[in-house]
């Protein structure tokens, strides 16, 4: 994604506002560290020397300090953590729900088969007697 010409810094800035918007859809998306990785973006736009300024200002790795220090991404990052745990918790009650539904359709087939026996028997009553022997 790297530009031959240098991108003015409000471009520069609504570039990397869409992007870490797109979170994980973003290429930019680290899913192990749950980061945005504003290094390669930066470098990618030919930004080096506004990394170079962040670095100064942040230390590096640029990545680690920078996210470490915003207080929106540790927020964000407990409301993410909160979400997936919320997520869990809907998925396994899902799971527990389609479970109930499946051994309530088992016993409701059971139920059926047991009353067509019996309305089976029913009708197949035996008669006492039957043929006589003969002399």
Do not use: C
């Amino acid at each position: 994604m790297s530009t031959s010409t240098p991108i003015d810094s409000e471009e520069l800035l609504e570039r990397l506002t869409q992007a870490v918007a797109d979170w994980e859809d973003s290429p930019y998306y680290l899913k192990d560290e749950e980061l945005f990785d504003l290094e390669r973006f930066l470098l990618d736009h030919d930004a080096k020397a506004f990394k170079a300024e962040l670095e100064k200002t942040y230390g590096q790795p640029l990545n680690e300090k920078f996210w470490s220090s915003s207080l929106a991404y540790q927020r964000l990052k407990r409301a993410r953590e909160v979400v997936k745990d919320q997520d869990d918790v809907q998925e396994k009650k899902r799971r527990d729900y389609a479970r109930a539904i499946e051994e309530g359709q088992k016993e409701w087939r059971q139920w059926l088969k047991e009353i067509r026996s019996n309305q089976l028997r029913a009708q197949l009553k035996v008669i006492p007697g039957g043929k006589k022997e003969s002399k």
